[in-house]
T-cell receptor, first 113, second 113 residues
Framework: GAGVSQTPSNKVTEKGKYVELRCDPI?????LYWYRQSLGQGPEFLIY????????DSGLPNDRFFAVRPEGSVSTLKIQRTERGDSAVYLC???????????FGPGTRLTVL | AQSVTQPDIHITVSEGASLELRCNYS??????LFWYVQSPGQGLQLLLK??????LVQGIKGFEAEFKRSQSSFNLRKPSVHWSDAAEYFC???????????FGAGTRLFVKA
């Protein structure tokens, strides 16, 4: 079946702009995760959804970052007033409540100029 | 605090030689442990996971890992490395039921002919 998809695959924006990154999880997966991976680093947890609600958003670095999952499926990560330090690959993963396994998408590479 | 340490930033092995990648973790409860592989331009792929039971777990592509609670370690091994194993390997620790997963910084594996 189809895996996790993320759009766009690449996003270049200017400092101060607003961006939205989209994640389409595997159908039927109730859990959805966002991570950020900077160059040469491992993925850094941002936020975890169970259904429509954010069960753990402790990884969001500041209030410029926000994520939603209004219908319990597709999720959007929103970044306001982007900064050069936000440049990274943003990874999405989804999971079933019965397996504790996360399935990762290919990521969105965000570049802030 | 929860953390994962991968002491080796990069490792080079000859094709056909054995491999061991080290991982140490710090976690307050019984950990769920994972190894992921990330090839250039590819998403993270789960190699294996440990939740409970037998401390030696088998994964895909001929990999195995051993959980040693006394050493807080979860080292990844493969008896004979193939050139296609060249990639970045990440150890991760998480909790039951999802929630945040903490990744190590990764170990890059180079395979020489």
């Amino acid at each position: 079946g189809a895996g996790v998809s993320q759009t766009p695959s690449n996003k270049v924006t200017e400092k101060g702009k607003y961006v939205e990154l989209r994640c389409d999880p595997i159908s039927g997966h109730t859990a959805l995760y966002w991570y950020r991976q900077s160059l040469g680093q491992g993925p850094e947890f941002l936020i975890y959804f169970q259904g429509t609600g954010a069960a753990d958003d402790s990884g969001l670095p500041n209030d410029r970052f926000f994520a939603v999952r209004p219908e319990g499926s597709v999720s959007t990560l929103k970044i306001q007033r982007t900064e050069r330090g936000d440049s990274a690959v943003y990874l999405c993963a989804s999971g079933s409540s019965t397996t504790d396994t996360q399935y990762f998408g290919p990521g969105t590479r965000l570049t802030v100029l | 605090a929860q953390s994962v340490t991968q002491p080796d930033i990069h490792i080079t092995v000859s094709e056909g030689a054995s491999l061991e990648l080290r991982c140490n973790y710090s976690y307050g409860a019984t950990p769920y442990l994972f190894w992921y592989v990330q090839s250039p331009g590819q998403g993270l792929q789960l190699l294996l996971k440990y939740f409970s039971g037998d401390t030696l777990v088998q994964g895909i592509k001929g990999f195995e890992a051993e959980f040693k609670r006394s050493q807080s370690s979860f080292n990844l091994r493969k008896p004979s490395v193939h050139w296609s194993d060249a990639a970045e390997y990440f150890c991760a620790v998480g909790a039951s039921g999802g929630f945040k997963t903490i990744f190590g910084a990764g170990t890059r594996l180079f395979v020489k002919a």
